[in-house]
């Protein structure tokens, strides 16, 4: 199949082989699992158990609300021990709604509920289940993929993208999964076929992991619809609108859905939650993830329960070889900086790095020198350098028309920049401040709202005030005359 | 006599010519104050130092006081503050008078009533001799239910960020 040149992009050092050829294990049950409302984007879950109250594994702890939202399953059967906030797994540390469970060891299932023949029943019933089953995009988006199925509705689809380019460095749970769960990946990539109704579907995966591809093409010979196409390793071939674009040479537009050139794109994790969700009726309560990087003392690749601790996975790896210089949830082109340990694992978290200074070559920032690298990093075919011009002067509205919108934050920029400037850091406190002022923009509207509400009722209790009195006095001087 | 009248008739002429101007050529005040009064709140806080949005609006209108001085509108008012006159504005002058909002210690209120009939966005419920509560949402933090409790039980407090409103700060690179 022909493929198609996305501009831009960068080529980091792989860093894969440390833990490619771990084989994926599972982790000890830790004491207790954490488990927040919110790992998904859109509405948090509430949770629907109370406190010391059993749970069985599997059981539904907290629903969704909402159009766009997730709920969330009990990882292991036992007691819910605490309701409350607790740190999230976030750059803050800020605290969020956490239910907390102590696992009594029996990891006992609720009745699953299969379904027998998937492929002969409707398939918005797929969906449906996929929705019940909490699951969300697995590459990091988080975004719930029930939703994305129901794309069909409003779309006219043609193809199902699966996207196990996996482009990060140092990450191989996408790989290992691939090699390890090929028939159950397969099939779950062809339900969701099915309940897109799309003509074809495309394997797209990067040609550093070339025992993946043998293994899914092996598996994909039996469907015709099936292709599996290798595609160049080059960072970010995993973010979903370059990804299409390489395999059709059709650009999505600025801040539309792929869905509107017809195709929508899943990732292989996904795939297999989905298979899991449908076949054996098992919602998703665990994932693969990477625990990787030069300061970790062993490599794994682990499927971990939702909510288990960070600190339990580093202890299970063996802990530190050296004091990390900075610890990493995701990738490390776009992961987040991990202030504490003992925050959860949750349904987006693909890895966990511990880099050394080595390795993150972290250096004071330099002036600008205007040698436009990062114009020709950026996959998006912006200006960074104008962008976070504009962002230091505070200047939104230029970096907004600048294209501070269509940016991906995928750190490409920052990736080649000689100088060091932190460019992505720039992006999201610029786009973090736009939020912020509509947010205040809005307050603002709601409160002339308010005090033109609070005039008018003055007025009127004035009003009724008035004629109450004019009553009286009409009554009075009736009664004298 | 010829003098007396003339100068009466020039009075008088002269008189209603001004009289009629001031009537057809009125100008309501400053028009840039009524612009900036329509950017402002118009919550009447008094966080400013001025008795309320419109004298705080003259006084950015004749250049007496700065833009950065509305306390509950935050950098969003600034903007198209400076937007309208045409200043240029150092934002980071801002982040010492952050957005605040009551509260309410229930052990002490005694549900008078009169700190809800102070606020002037509506914000505070509660009955006669009932306990009274701030709705965060709708609460400017202008402090005015502060000053009227008997019982000294309500407080301004800052608001924290929370997940959904926290962002990353902006670089400080002393560099570039």
Redesign the interface.
């Given at each position: 199949m022909k493929l198609f040149n996305i501009r831009g992009g960068v080529h980091p050092q792989e860093r894969k082989d440390r833990s490619a050829h771990c084989p994926i294990e599972h982790v000890p049950m830790p004491e207790k699992l954490r488990i927040p409302v919110?790992q998904h984007i859109g509405n948090p879950a509430i949770p629907t158990v109370h406190v010391g109250e059993k749970v069985l594994k599997g059981q539904l702890i907290a629903h969704g609300q909402g159009m766009i939202s997730a709920p969330i399953h009990a990882p292991t059967s036992g007691t819910i021990s605490k309701i409350g906030n607790y740190h999230?797994p976030?750059?803050?540390g800020?605290?969020?709604l956490t239910i907390t469970l102590k696992p009594d060891g029996k990891d006992e299932w609720i009745d699953l509920q299969p379904i027998e023949n998937p492929f002969e029943i409707e398939p918005s019933a797929i969906s449906a289940k996929v929705a019940a089953a909490g699951i969300v995009g697995m590459g990091g988006a988080t975004f719930p993929s029930a939703v994305k199925l129901n794309l069909r509705n409003r779309y006219r689809l043609e193809t199902l993208v699966i996207n196990g380019a996996e482009c990060e460095p140092y990450l191989t749970c996408d790989d290992r999964l691939m090699q390890e769960y090929t028939a159950q990946v397969l099939d779950g990539i062809r339900l969701m076929g099915y309940a897109l109704g799309v003509k074809n579907i495309i394997i797209a995966i990067e040609n550093n992991k070339p025992k993946a591809q043998q293994y899914l093409k092996l598996e994909a010979e039996k469907f015709n619809n099936i292709k599996v196409i290798g595609v160049p390793t080059r960072y970010p071939m995993g973010s979903e609108k370059h990804l299409v674009q390489t395999l059709t040479g059709l650009e999505t537009p600025a801040r539309a859905l792929t869905a509107d050139i017809g195709v929508v794109v899943h990732n292989v994790a996904t795939a297999f939650a989905v298979h899991e969700a449908v076949r054996d009726g098992k919602p998703l309560i665990s994932r693969i993830v990477t625990i990787s990087g030069g300061a970790m003392r062993t490599a794994k690749n682990l499927r971990v329960l939702i909510g288990t601790p960070i600190q339990h996975l580093i202890d299970f790896c063996g802990g530190f070889d050296s004091e990390p210089d900075r610890l990493l949830l995701g990738g490390p082109m776009m992961g987040q900086i991990l202030p504490i340990t003992k925050v959860p694992i949750v349904k987006g978290s693909n890895g966990v790095l511990a880099l050394t200074r080595a390795e993150t070559q972290s250096t004071?920032?330099?002036?600008?020198i205007r040698c436009a690298r990062c114009v020709n990093a950026c996959p998006c075919g912006l200006l960074p350098l104008e962008m976070a011009a504009f962002?230091?002067a505070?200047d939104l509205d230029g970096a907004t028309k600048a294209g501070l919108l269509d940016c991906i934050l995928c750190g490409s920029c920052a990736y080649v920049c000689p100088?060091h400037?932190?460019l992505v850091?720039?992006f999201?406190?610029a786009?973090?401040?736009l939020?912020?002022?509509q947010?205040?923009?809005y307050?603002?509207d709601?409160?002339?709202r308010?005090?033109a509400?609070?005039a008018e009722?003055l007025e009127r209790e004035a009003q009724a005030k008035r004629e109450r009195l004019a009553k009286q006095k009409a009554a009075r001087s009736e009664a004298t005359s | 006599m010829f003098a007396v009248l003339s100068l009466t008739l020039m009075g008088l002429a002269l008189g209603a010519l001004l009289g009629i101007a001031a009537r057809y050529l009125a100008v309501d005040g400053n028009p840039l104050q009524a612009e900036i009064n329509e950017i402002l709140p118009g919550s009447q806080c008094g966080q400013c130092g001025f008795p309320g949005c419109n004298p705080a609006a003259e006084a950015i209108a004749n250049g007496s006081a700065p833009i950065t001085i509305c306390i509950p509108g935050g950098k969003a008012i600034v903007e198209k503050l400076a937007a309208k006159l045409g200043v240029t504005i150092d934002l980071s002058a801002l982040s010492d008078n952050t957005p605040k909002f009551a509260f309410i210690n229930e052990a002490l209120c005694i549900g008078c009533q009169r700190c809800f009939k102070r606020c002037p966005t509506d914000a505070i419920m509660g009955g006669p001799k009932q306990l009274h509560t701030v709705i965060t949402d709708a609460c400017t933090g202008c402090g005015k239910c502060v000053d009227t409790c008997p019982t000294e039980c309500i407080r301004l407090r800052e608001i924290k960020p929370t997940l959904q409103t926290w962002h990353w700060h902006k670089p400080n690179e002393a560099m570039v």
């Open positions: 919110q999230a976030h750059p803050s800020l605290p969020v004071a920032a330099l002036a600008c962002t230091r505070d100088s400037i932190p850091q720039y999201q406190y786009r973090g401040e939020v912020d002022r947010r205040q923009q307050q603002q709601e409160t002339k308010l005090i509400q609070r009722r | -």
